[in-house]
């Protein structure tokens, strides 16, 4: 198993700003994924995180709007940049042995 | 969109009921797993079913498999109050191994005290 912790767990940012989420594996990992849950909507992957190497991004999703970065096997951030209200979700990451483990999540608003 | 597609979308029953719900997945895959989420917070794994096996039962939780249909059920017997959860089933593409997850849309499960 594995214990994620993110942070924070919630944020309401002004429109325009920058926020980066983090997650913290209690043990290394190849992949993290980045997903987003828009409200009432199921999981969305963002990304696909790799240790020592560009992210891999999803259609839709793009590296200027979501930055990602892995500088180990146990961390990684996502920054959702220039932040509209769109962009109020709650984001999740994630990482997967035989089954999936996720952070608690960050509920972002945007107002 | 590869998303998968749940249904109901919602379900309200009274405590002590049985829930089901479907899901619907569209390509081929190596298991199907089911997750738990309450309030918008992260998932929790519920129960993983592999594509050769078509039942699978872990304490109140019974899931189907139905490959050529590409479909499965959850069945919560004797529903608790704490059972009040929106439900996802999540697949891998049988190419991309068991990494990649596709969620579908989700069952919103009210049990009534």
């Known amino acids: 198993s594995a214990v994620i912790s993110q942070k924070p767990s919630r944020d309401i940012c002004q429109r325009g700003t920058s926020l980066t989420i983090q997650c913290q594996v209690d043990s290394q990992v190849t992949m993290m994924f980045w997903y987003r849950q828009q409200p009432g909507q199921s999981l969305t992957l963002i990304a696909t995180a790799n240790q020592g190497s560009e992210a891999t991004y999803e259609s839709g999703f793009v590296i200027d709007k979501f930055p990602i970065s892995r500088p180990n096997l146990t961390f990684s951030t996502l920054t959702v940049s220039n932040m509209s209200p769109e962009d109020s979700s709650i984001y999740l990451c994630s990482v997967v042995g035989l089954e999936a483990f996720f952070g608690q999540g960050t509920r972002l608003t945007v107002v | 969109s590869q998303q998968g597609e749940e249904d109901p979308q919602a379900l309200s029953i009274q405590e002590g009921e049985n829930a089901t719900m479907n899901c619907s997945y569209k390509?081929?895959?190596?298991?199907l797993q089911w997750y738990r989420q309450n309030s918008g917070r992260g998932l929790v794994h519920l129960i993983l079913?592999?594509?050769?096996?078509r039942e699978k039962h872990s304490g109140r939780l019974r899931v189907t498999l139905d490959t050529s249909k590409k479909s499965s059920s959850l069945l919560i017997t004797a529903s608790r109050a704490a059972d009040t959860a929106s439900y996802f089933c999540a697949t891998d593409a049988a190419e991309f191994g068991n990494e990649k997850l596709t969620f579908g849309t989700g069952t919103r499960l009210t049990i009534i005290p």
């Open positions: 079913i592999r594509s050769n096996e």
């Open positions: 390509t081929s895959i190596n298991n």
